[in-house]
């Protein structure tokens, strides 16, 4: 398969990136068959199909790693994952630039929350200050080894301490080396205006199911995004498919003629691509 175009030089063309979040290489895999430019690594979603535990900043900085190491060794397309905190102090914050980008991965988000983290999307979020995390984002930018290795400076601001701030942290991360900036939960289509006015960097959106305007992707690149994730969904449809499967089983008895459906072996297999191996 051609390698794809690198995420960096992909952003310095017109038009919107959208990146869909998945929980595993075969749901980037998937996703790259189906034509995206680019995946997603969802913390959460890896948090629940690895420990079956909420995303409270449970799984460190190797786990994550290695789990971007294979969505980047799965597809061709570029490869965006969630970093968490960075894992600690300016010191962690350097050696998680080094082991992502050494894994593969083109992109990573470091948001402000305190550690451990919580997902986003969560009431009783707690914030570092903006001074902290704009170090944390000038020591990444400056451990990279290449700038194709994009450095995404987020904050979760919006919720706990209001709209203003959001965007004030979003201005200093992209003044202190982000090349894009992640502002989690705006609330409205004049929120997102604003922000995407107000900061001199290309903006990403994490679009979270019943927690943020429920937008197309035409729509938030009519906006002025650049990148646009759905982090979550796909761990949250393969829930509900998982419940609606368990059910059948139980009730039938069989594993056979599930409501929610499955596809044939032989599609499952041409989608892990049996055919390039001996």
Known sequence: MKQAMSLARRLRQPGI???????DALGARIYEQAGFEAVYMTGNGLSASLLGAPDIGLLGMSEMVERGRAFAAAVQVPVIADADTGYGNLNNVARTVQNYEAAGVQAIHLEDQVTPKKCGAMKGLALISKEEHVEKIRVAAATRKSKDFLIIGRSDARMPLGLDEAIARGQAYA???ADLVLLEMLQSED??????????????????DGKTPPLTAAQFGALGFRVLSFPISATLAYTHMMQRFAEHIRATGSAFGA??????????EAVLGIGDYR
């Open 175 to 177: 003044a202190a080396g």
């Open 191 to 208: 929120e997102m205006r604003q922000a995407v006015a107000a900061i001199d960097a290309p903006l990403m959106f994490n679009a979270v």
């Open 259 to 268: 409501p929610c459906g499955t596809v044939p072996i032989a599609e499952y």
């Open 17 to 23: 990136v959208v990146a869909p979040g998945c929980h």
